[in-house]
């Protein structure tokens, strides 16, 4: 996939840059849904595999925009880049993570972050936004969960996701990226930043991120989602069955 995702690299820049200059009749083309994802992109083990800037992608210009599908926090686009052997078209998908920071895909491949991204909360020091080989590093192995082999906690089945026994605590994945982390009754695991587990009250949450009022618990009807900033949200089970540390904000 690491190669799928340097085949968009130009070996001539110059013609392709002629080529496109031509399609849009001597002009650049204005790329601005390109701007928040503007700098160098590093894989899994630390080496550039893509980079984008001044309406182009490796390097190579950006001819045509669209299909996009999602909103500015979570989507994907269909970006037409000029290569040296002729047009071809590249999917980009990108997940927010709080504070303008982004994870995306190219071409469905594994999720690329831009240097050392930053996180306002961490659990156990995950954070949504993350790179899965980082909760493997801190937390050891874990069993995948399927629907043939569910976990039962707190009154509830999960059939899928990363459980980590020794923590107590499920974690959810995108392109081998944490989306999720859900902390089980009975996980040692806390907070970084505030200090609180999966068994403190809700005032106590509601006091250490500031918010405007305490948080209530996710019934099976209704789902109160307590946004802590920073692109980080926080959801309550019924009598402490789970917390939930997402990037989603639903």
């Known amino acids: 996939m690491k190669r799928l995702l340097l085949l968009a690299l130009c070996a001539l820049i110059l013609l392709a840059g002629q080529g496109a200059a031509a399609a849009q009749?001597?002009?650049?083309?204005?790329?601005?849904?390109?701007?928040?994802f503007a700098g160098t992109w590093y894989d899994t083990d630390g080496r550039v595999a893509a980079t984008i800037g001044?309406?182009?992608?490796?390097?190579?210009?950006?001819i045509e925009v669209g299909s996009f599908a999602g909103s500015a926090a979570r989507g994907v686009g269909v970006f037409r880049i000029m290569e040296a052997a002729g047009p071809r078209s590249l999917q980009i998908g990108w997940t927010s993570f709080g504070d303008g920071q982004y994870f995306i895909t190219v071409a469905g491949g594994e999720g690329l972050l831009r240097e050392t991204p930053t996180y306002y909360e961490t659990v156990g020091g995950i954070a949504p936004g993350m790179r899965m080989r980082d909760v493997t590093q801190r937390f050891g192995t874990e069993v995948k969960?399927?629907?043939?082999?569910?976990?039962?906690?707190?009154?509830?089945t999960y059939p899928y996701g990363s459980y980590y026994p020794a923590q107590k605590a499920l974690v959810y994945e995108q392109s081998g990226m944490v989306t999720t982390i859900v902390l089980l009754p009975g996980s040692p695991l806390r907070f970084d930043r505030s200090g609180l587990a999966v068994d403190s009250a809700l005032e106590e949450f509601a006091r250490a991120y500031g918010l405007s009022r305490t948080p209530q618990e996710q019934t099976e009807s209704s789902i109160a989602p307590a946004y802590i900033g920073h692109g980080q949200t926080l959801h309550f089970g019924k009598n402490r069955s789970f917390v939930t540390f997402t990037l989603y904000d639903t």
Do not use: F, S, Y
């Open 54 to 62: 001044d309406g182009r992608i490796n390097g190579c210009p950006v």
């Open 145 to 156: 969960l399927t629907k043939e082999a569910p976990l039962a906690a707190g009154g509830r």
């Open 25 to 36: 009749d001597g002009g650049t083309l204005d790329v601005p849904q390109l701007d928040r």
